[in-house]
């Protein structure tokens, strides 16, 4: 199988270490077994000839140092159900590598212009679904796709929200991997609508990196992405229903024992406006009003890290104490915006994802710009019949399946595994979906015993008001384990820093 390496023309092969044979040569980069000047990516060069002139021990010291500093500041995220190495608490740290991941200019320029367009047609497409639904009627998506999906809501239809826009914040899985002719290419691996998680670390990886090596920046010239709180801010008050001047934002939390609180505390502080729990919410007359010391507070606009079955007992799941009752009917009466929209969860389902070609196509008479990863439904008789037959060699996924779970890598599962797990496709097919296993680009990373490459994958964000704004980067999330394509930070992935460069 080809291989593609993000900073090297020649990857190393599985298991060899970047860095092996220190000692063994006249020059530093022949110590730490880098690849020569020759061998290393354009955009990668200075960067390449700065880290041969680094030492282990430095290196090391700057991995110890950004634990510290993330430890001490609480950057942690949770796995539940799961113990530390010491058998007590949930809160991880997510390892920090400190080889960045780059992207020239051009290359960042194609990708925003295809994320954009994406996150367009997938707007176009829910708001079809919750009104005419047109695609249904031209037959490109089948009725029973959308109508018994379980993240369609039914309580949608007709709705109408700010801008006809209803994911405000996307996180688009993004990975590369070799085309014929050997060539990196991008393909959009996942559409995450709901409320996609991550933006955080994007943020401190940053930050990191800036304190760790700040002549880093000064030798190159790395796009900025520390505004975006401020875009993210801009994005939400675009959304408000217009009912207020000054629309007060909040952001809903289900509270400090939510895998991510860290991020939602971090958005609300970064954006200085009110973190809440679904009891400091209240509905009257159809408004929704935030309890504060001063009393009742009206809310213009919620930016929810809750899921829909938990935002309003009165219509979802009656025994939710995370949300708000009464919540649904400001909605529907156009007296607070909910961002991302109720109903989102229906456009990011993996067995709606193979159709978002046709969907560009349909709503923006445009060819796509990124690809989609080869997908095999498994509701499809012949599909069902391929996969069963090949399931050693691919990567199955449950349709409503996430962070890594639900899922077999063919090519890393026993013979007993790959049994089990096609029991369970043949159980219930429409519940999955399977892809070729894709060559994954790697990057080098700093692990204990030197530079090795990785696989890695890239989380753009894409925030959608009354238009659609990037900042030039995302969160690289990095497979810390030799040979796995399992980036995820719960199947212990680690992030990198992500940068853009300028020119």
Same mark, same amino acid.
């Given at each position: ?10 990857p190393a092969a599985a298991g060899q270490s970047q860095s092996q044979g220190a000692g063994q040569g006249p020059s530093q980069s022949q110590s730490q077994g880098l690849p020569s000047a020759a061998g290393v990516r354009e955009h990668y060069r ?133 085309? %014929? /002719?050997?060539? +990196?290419?991008?393909? #959009?691996?996942?559409?995450? !609508?709901? =409320?996609?998680?991550?933006?955080? *670390? @994007? ?64 958005? %609300? /502080?970064?954006? +200085?406006?009110?973190? #809440?729990?679904?009891?400091? !919410?209240? =509905?009257?007359?159809?408004?929704? *009003? @935030? ?90 008789s012949e599909d069902l019949k391929y996969v069963m037959a090949n399931l050693k060699d691919l990567v199955v996924k449950e349709v409503h399946g996430a962070g890594g779970y639900g899922m077999l890598v063919g090519p890393a599962s026993t013979k007993a595994e790959i049994e089990d797990f096609g029991k369970a496709v043949l ?77």
């Open positions: 199988m080809q291989k593609f390496d993000e900073m090297y023309t020649t200075t960067y390449g000839q700065w880290l041969a002139r680094q030492s282990a021990e430095l290196m090391k010291a700057r991995r110890e140092e950004a634990e510290m500093i993330f430890r001490r500041v609480g950057i942690t995220f949770a796995v539940y159900g799961a113990k530390d190495e010491d058998g007590a608490g949930t809160e991880r740290l997510i390892p920090f590598d400190l080889i960045p991941r780059i992207i020239p200019a051009r290359e960042w320029a194609s990708m925003e212009k295809g994320l954009i367009q994406r996150v367009n047609a997938l707007n176009r497409f829910i708001h079809d679904v919750y009104h005419g639904q047109e695609i249904i009627k031209a037959g490109i998506v089948p009725a029973e796709q959308i109508l018994n999906n379980a993240q369609f809501r039914p309580e949608m239809m007709g709705v109408d929200v700010p801008n006809q826009v209803y994911s405000h914040i996307s996180g688009v899985d993004i990975v590369r991997a070799p085309n %014929a /002719q050997g060539e +990196g290419e991008y393909y #959009v691996l996942e559409d995450n !609508l709901r =409320v996609p998680s991550g933006v955080s *670390y @994007m943020l401190e990886d940053r930050k990191m990196m800036m304190r760790l090596f700040p002549e880093l920046f000064s030798a190159h010239r790395v796009a900025p992405v520390a505004h975006y709180p401020d875009l993210l801010l801009e994005t939400l008050r675009a959304s408000s229903p217009g009912t207020s001047a000054e629309p007060t934002v909040v952001v809903l939390t289900p509270g400090m024992y939510n895998s991510a609180y860290f991020e939602h505390a971090f958005l %609300a /502080q970064q954006m +200085g406006v009110e973190l #809440v729990e679904g009891q400091d !919410l209240f =509905v009257k007359d159809n408004f929704v *009003y @935030m309890r504060t010391t001063r009393g009742p507070r009206r809310v213009d606009v919620i930016y929810r890290r809750v899921d829909d079955d938990f935002l309003d007992p009165k219509v979802f799941r009656p025994s939710s104490t995370l949300g708000c009752p009464g919540l649904m009917d400001a909605y529907r009466a156009g007296h607070v915006a909910i961002c991302n929209a109720v109903g989102t969860g229906v456009a990011d389902d993996k067995s709606i994802y193979p159709y978002v070609p046709k969907m560009i196509e349909f709503y923006l008479g445009e060819k796509p710009i990124l690809n989609n990863v080869p997908t095999y439904m498994c509701r499809n159980a219930n097919p429409s519940n999955y979906i399977a892809q070729p296993t894709l060559s994954l680009s790697t990057c080098p990373t700093y692990v204990e015993q030197g530079i090795a490459p990785r696989h890695i994958d890239l989380r753009p964000f894409v925030l959608s008001g009354k238009e659609v704004q990037m900042v030039p980067g995302g969160l690289t999330r990095v497979a810390l384990k030799e040979g796995s394509l399992v980036v995820n930070s719960s199947q212990g992935g680690g992030t990198k820093d992500t940068w853009i460069l300028e020119i």
